[in-house]
């Protein structure tokens, strides 16, 4: 079992910046992919972008360029740089984690989520 947690989320203005953080703890030993998925208000969940153990990265269109994923296995720590940010960024971004280092972007995929934190992005 691996627990993840968030944090870092808040309000910020159309083309600024935000940082968000997630901490796993747990079963932290063993390979595992983590990733950042998103579900803004009357929308199905989303991935926005997933890192593995050896640091392959992948992210969706939307925020190609704009989002850089980083992470710290000695940590096991994954943060979420976001830049440029748009209204349509707006959702509660939910940090994921799956074992194994094959990186889905499908939402079943993954097996242990995070309580989620909210974005927003004012015009």
């Known amino acids: 079992q691996v627990q993840v947690e968030e944090s870092g989320g808040g309000l910020v203005q159309a083309g600024g910046s935000l940082r968000l953080s997630c901490v796993a703890s747990g079963r932290t030993d063993r390979n595992y992919v983590l990733a950042w998925f998103r579900q803004a208000p009357g929308k199905e969940r989303e991935f926005v972008a997933g890192i593995t153990e050896n640091g392959g990265i992948y992210y969706a269109a939307s925020v190609q360029d704009r989002f850089t994923i980083s992470r710290d296995n000695a940590k096991n720590t994954m943060s979420l740089q976001m830049n440029s940010l748009k209204s349509e960024d707006t959702a509660v971004y939910y940090c994921?984690?799956?074992?194994?280092?094959?990186?889905?972007?499908?939402?079943?995929?993954?097996?242990?989520w995070g309580q989620g934190t909210q974005v927003t992005v004012s015009s």
């Open positions: 994921a984690a799956r074992a194994g280092n094959v990186m889905p972007s499908t939402e079943s995929d993954y097996q242990y």
